[in-house]
Every structure is written in C-alpha cells, then in structure tokens.
C-alpha cells in the first residue's frame, strides 16, 4: 500500500480502528525508509526544524559511487546511518561498514554513525546533527525544540472507548 493510498483508505474510511492514527502520522512518513530507526532518526531531525535529508539515496561524488546511505545533507555532503547492533555483530557486514566509512573520508564526506543510546538523547542528538551541518557550511536555524518536536513523542490519540452501560 502506498502513503497515498493509505491516506485515502483512511479519509474514506474514518470509522476503521486506527484511521484516524493513520493520518495523524501520515506527515511523518517515508516510503524510502527502511528500517524504524532510521525513521526515528529522520523524524527527530524534520521534526526539530533541520533540513529533510533524502532517504537511502546513492551517494556519488566526482563521479564514483560511494554507497547507498540512510540519510543524505547531499548539499553539505553529510550522512547520518544509523548502526544497528547486527553491523557489529555480522563479520561481512562489520568489514564492509569499514571500507564504505573509509570511501567516505577520502572523498570529503562528513558522516556520523547513530546508535540507539544517541537515539536515547535526541535533543544532544540534534545539537550534535545541526553542530556536524554548520561545520559544512549550513547557515540555517538552529534546532528548534518547541511544539512540532514535543508532538513527536506524545501518544497517537486513539479511538475513544465506549461504555459497557
């Protein structure tokens, strides 16, 4: 189902347990996210007020790829990729990690591996995302920690609970 289907299904059939759920946080979605934390990172970033970064994009520079990476700041060359315990803990994949990292500082790419304890701290996190940014020349606003970014980590409102009367 695409976000835009959902979004229908939902608006059409707003009695449907969860339609309402479904397009509060239909804003927040991405189809080209692959993993939940990659878009608890990306929604944290968005949801602060930094730039959007585009989502598992292929990452060329001077003409050589570079990989495919989580988050891209293509204008400022910054990547955000969130490491999940399995990029330890699988020898193939630890390896390859280390040969992209390295791909990455010989061709001036500024990256920043995220876990979950620096997902733990999201605004440290953010000041850190808008710190990296800045030093590659972003001249945006600073994070901004106000409603937008309160609304990302309080309950979904659901369906009210009818009375057993």
Do not use: K
Request: net charge neutral; glycine share 10%.
């Amino acid at each position: 189902m695409t976000l835009q289907e959902l979004v229908g299904l939902a608006s059409e059939q707003a009695w449907r347990p969860g339609a309402a759920q479904a397009l509060v946080v239909a804003g927040w979605l991405d189809a080209g996210s692959r993993s939940p934390r990659e878009s608890e990172l990306r929604c944290l970033v968005v949801g602060c007020g930094l730039p959007r970064p585009e989502v598992n994009q292929d990452l060329l520079v001077n003409g050589r790829w570079l990989g495919c990476v989580d988050l891209l700041f293509r204008a400022w060359l910054l990547v955000l990729e969130y490491e999940g315990r399995q990029h330890a803990e699988d020898d193939v994949q630890f390896a390859s990690d280390i040969a992209r990292y390295a791909g990455f500082r010989d061709h001036g790419v500024e990256y920043r591996q995220v876990t979950a304890a620096m997902l733990a701290r999201p605004r440290a996190l953010m000041l850190v995302v808008h710190r990296l940014l800045c030093e590659r020349g972003y001249e945006g606003s600073a994070p901004v920690f106000g409603a937008q970014w309160r609304a990302l980590f309080e309950a979904v409102p659901g369906r009210g609970r009818r009375s057993a009367a």
